[in-house]
């Protein structure tokens, strides 16, 4: 005789149903058509699930348009849609029903901007597109630093302002820098411009809101393994550099201007990169594993950027991607921690002029050290 359950009611179908997409979405890197991968790029694939189901669960289970805040998007223990290793991100979830006021103070970051996404497809998560931003260029900062920006549909009477639709549903925050180690970091908090009627009183998880934050995970997960691991391209070659439009599908910045490659690199091989860094805000060069994840090397930094990497008087960069140090001659060497396949990301944020693509080419390891 079986013992008595307490009834789920229909909450159960709601837990299954991720559950069963979390299972399926180990296919995004076991099927074939997706990739060959080795042992270590499975392991790779399995561990990012891990990540898009935390921030998921973090971001729709836990947040509240009512009651918004700023939370960790991608950091140090996990990675997620294509982190730049120089930013810090923060999401928060808002209505576009509703006003909000953003207030802080600047730290020693290098850029700071706040992107809102929503669209007819707002609830497809990445399917959602940019509906306002603004960036330090444009907001008013006073002497000590700090700002204020109201988000809302109307224009306030004064102050900086960005227009929030009725379909908005996140805004996310971006701070670059040059050293992210060592700066000091901005302060900002997200509130509702008027408190809420009646008054909010604490949190309820109740069966309704728990479902609604499991279905939004569910659908998070699904889109998201749908953009990774990319589809396969041709092997260490960059393509060309496009920048990030308002109406593209995503959670990018339409400051940027990106440009990538799939590198594919034997033990004794590497990848030489050389382009313009350009006059911009910031510039970066880093590696992604294939789950647009960035990666940690003992050996060394995983990306260069315009402080940290060798240019030339006219801006000019050389970046060599190898398994193994190509020697003192090459300064600006990115490991690949030993993965044999992956993403070489460049970034140009704020660019004076439309870059070009870089050059990419494969030569033995061996050459670059001098040898025979």
Not at 44 to 73: C, K, N, Q
Not at 216 to 232: C, D, G, I, K, N
């Amino acid at each position: 005789m079986s013992t008595p359950r307490n009834d789920p009611g229909p909450l159960a179908d709601v837990w299954h149903a991720l559950l069963d997409g979390l299972r399926d979405a180990e296919n995004s890197f076991l099927d074939p058509a997706r990739g060959v991968f080795d042992q270590r790029t499975v392991a790779e694939g399995y561990r990012s699930l891990t990540h898009v189901l935390r921030y998921g669960l973090e971001i729709y289970l836990e947040g509240d348009p009512a009651a918004p805040r700023f939370l960790p998007l991608a950091g140090p223990t996990a990675r997620i849609l294509g982190d730049n290793t120089d930013t810090h991100y923060t999401i928060a979830l808002v209505d576009g029903r509703r006003d909000y006021v953003i207030t802080g103070r600047r730290g020693d970051e290098c850029y700071l901007s706040f992107t809102v996404h929503g669209g007819p497809d707002a609830a497809a998560h990445l399917r959602q597109h940019t509906v306002g931003d603004l960036n330090h260029e444009a907001m008013r900062i006073a002497d000590d630093g700090t700002f204020r920006i109201t988000l809302s549909r109307n224009r306030p009477a004064e102050g900086d302002w960005i227009e929030l639709p009725d379909d908005a549903v996140i805004v996310i925050s971006r701070e670059y820098y040059f050293a992210k180690d060592t700066a000091r970091r901005p302060e900002y908090t997200i509130a509702p411009a008027e408190p809420a009627e009646p008054a909010a009183g604490p949190l309820v998880f109740d069966a309704e809101r728990v479902a609604a934050g499991l279905r939004a995970t569910t659908a998070f997960l699904a889109e998201t393994v749908l953009t990774q691991p990319q589809r396969p391209v041709a092997p260490n070659a960059m393509a060309e550099p496009f920048r990030f439009g308002r109406t593209m599908p995503g959670w990018g910045t339409p400051d940027n201007v990106y440009c990538r490659a799939r590198y594919e690199l034997a033990p004794d091989e590497a990848l030489v990169i050389e382009g313009d860094a350009g006059e911009c805000t910031y510039w970066g060069i880093q590696l992604w594993n294939s789950f647009m994840q960035s990666m940690d090397a003992p050996t060394g930094p995983v990306s260069r950027n315009t402080r940290t990497a060798r240019l030339t008087p006219d801006n000019r960069f050389r970046v060599v991607v190898a398994h193994e140090d190509p020697g003192p001659g090459e300064p600006d060497w990115l490991p690949t921690t030993g993965l044999h396949t992956g993403v070489v990301f460049c970034r140009w944020l704020l660019p004076k002029h439309e870059p070009e693509a870089p050059t990419a080419r494969v030569v033995k390891l061996a050459e670059l050290r001098g040898g025979a």
